[in-house]
């Protein structure tokens, strides 16, 4: 605490002793939360999960909430519209937790994920789970670059099939060009890949790229985005061939905290 905060705590202190303390005068701000709730909701062009789409080229709104506690555990549930064949689920709810550790520039994730899909046909059943690890490393305040691997034994609900998918990732904040206060612009961009066992599904690599812009809680995201799967591939994987050609998306999302709120 600064000696100018310490000084004026000491008159408060002294000033109480000589007159009685007035309901109203003093508005102490909000004790510290042992934990944050973050929460936020997106309208995308498309729900696209690794350059698959998962709504058949149609709109998506997505929602989550997580709850943040001090020691870096967190929990939440995440979900988004979903629409492809096959099985016909019309939803996915995602069930996630874990820890994350923030060692000066690095930060380390790793966590649990299991993918709940309702209305499913009768006999079809897609849930499954994941762990997942994540680790990013901030080269600057304008620079964070990253990497991921995500495994399951229960790929698409079929157990003793594994799955993998893993990815590098970077983000690289732009100057202002100009813009309007408060209006911030970046650019970012995937590279990954998928192997699934026993040619359960074909392995294939993906990518995205795009620019956002970013005006307090919201965010506008332009991106472009594809993978190396053919059309009877993109159908032995999704169940249509036309869900996995290159495609440019846009969303716009809101995220925001108990703590921002208070």
Not at 30 to 55: C, M, W
Request: glycine fraction near 12%.
């Amino acid at each position: 605490m600064s000696s100018i905060k310490l000084s004026l705590l000491a008159g408060a202190f002294a000033m109480s002793a000589a007159m009685p303390a007035l309901a109203g005068e003093f508005d102490p701000a909000p004790a510290p939360l042992a934990f944050d709730i973050l929460f936020g909701t997106k309208i995308a062009s498309e729900y696209n999960l690794r350059s698959v789409s998962q709504t058949r080229g149609r709109p998506a709104i997505q929602s989550y909430a997580e709850v943040n506690f001090s020691n870096g555990i967190y929990a939440g549930i995440w979900t988004s519209n979903v629409d492809f064949q096959g099985t016909n689920p019309y939803a996915e709810f995602d069930y996630y937790g874990g820890v994350r550790h923030s060692f000066g520039k690095l930060s380390l994730d790793g966590g649990y994920v299991y993918m709940d899909y309702l209305g499913e046909d009768p006999g079809h059943q897609l849930d499954f789970w994941k762990i997942y690890g994540i680790a990013k490393y901030a080269f600057s305040e304008d620079l964070t670059i990253g990497a991921n691997v995500y495994w399951t034994s229960s790929f698409i609900g079929y157990n003793g099939i594994d799955g993998t998918h893993s990815s590098v990732f970077g983000r690289l904040a732009l100057p202002d060009f100009g813009l309007p206060r408060d209006i911030g612009t970046y650019v970012s961009a995937e590279l990954g890949r998928q192997w699934v066992s026993d040619d359960f599904a074909p392995d294939y690599t993906f990518w995205n790229a795009g620019v956002g812009f970013t005006y307090k809680s919201m965010t506008l995201d332009l991106r472009y985005t594809g993978a190396d799967l053919s059309g009877s591939e993109c159908a032995a994987f999704i169940g249509q061939r036309g869900s996995c050609g290159d495609r440019y998306m846009m969303s716009l999302s809101f995220d925001t905290s108990l703590s921002k709120l208070r």
